[in-house]
């Protein structure tokens, strides 16, 4: 599979009351193009700190991140970021919430709905347009951040626990609608999970996090076709195989 993302060399340090501490430290990873990759480790291990470098929204201490052979330096259209939190507008419907980068990059009113309308529709929420964002349930604000994403058509999404806010039951639910959304787009998707099931369910690479500064420890392919059984007997054995992982992190 070819790589869309390439991270080269990328350590983060972070100086704050006179004091410096490496988040990240020579960290090396390649994307492929249209690959989903979860990325799992403990709490203050940089997972998000990784992901808003990727996004372009940090800029790495060294090394570097490239999208299609060119250097990430901030952000941009093709790069589209979904956050734990909704970030939706309260004073905007969720037509226009959704439409807001379209807005910011001076499509007309006209193609910018059109094209939301469309997104709309496809997680099902084309009868709640004219809604606000405090009449929508947690799932569907994240509907609507995912559409706001995906819009403006970008290359790669940045997922930061997206479902981590979420009762267990709509999180189940929306884990099987974001792999249909990524199945239908396309898209190259990197997902930043506490949650071992989450990344056996979703992923294709699992990629583990050391503790502070995070680096990479292990990559695993989850090589069991889709549509994943969450009690089947291949993921528990990826699942064991994991929690072994992690609980050596912790020794460590």
């Known amino acids: 599979m070819a790589a869309l993302l390439e991270i080269k060399g990328l350590s983060k340090t972070f100086s704050a009351k006179g004091k410096t501490f490496e988040a990240l430290h020579d960290v090396n990873l390649s994307v492929g193009d ?21 996004a372009g929204l940090e800029r790495p201490t060294s090394g570097a991140v490239l999208l299609d052979g060119v250097p990430i330096e901030g952000p941009g259209p093709q790069r589209g970021m979904v ?3 909704y970030s939706l507008f309260p004073w905007r419907t969720i037509l226009d919430n959704a439409a807001f980068g379209l807005e910011l990059k001076g499509v007309s009113k006209e193609e910018r709905y059109e094209k939301v309308r469309r ?13 606000y964002p405090h ?20 290359k790669a999404l940045f997922m930061d626990e997206p479902f981590g806010a979420l009762d267990a039951q709509t999180r189940n639910v929306m884990q099987s609608e974001l792999l249909r959304i990524w199945q239908e787009q396309q898209k190259t998707v990197v997902f ?47 699942r064991q195989r994991i929690l072994q992982d992690l609980r050596s992190l912790r020794k460590d």
């Open 119 to 131: 997104y709309l529709k496809t997680v099902g929420l084309e009868e709640f347009e004219s809604s």
């Open 34 to 54: 249209k690959e989903f990759m979860c990325l799992l480790g403990p709490s203050g291990c940089g997972k998000t700190t990784l992901l808003r470098i990727m």
């Open 135 to 154: 009449e929508l349930s947690g799932g569907m604000k994240q509907r609507v951040a995912i559409v706001r994403a995906l819009v403006n058509n970008p």
């Open 192 to 238: 930043v999970t506490h949650s071992v099931d989450e990344a056996i369910y979703l992923a294709d690479q699992v990629v583990i996090m050391s503790a502070r500064p995070g680096q990479i420890c292990e990559i695993l392919e989850i090589e069991i076709p889709r549509p994943r059984v969450r009690t089947s007997t291949e993921v528990n054995r990826y």
């Open 83 to 85: 956050f734990q939190e």
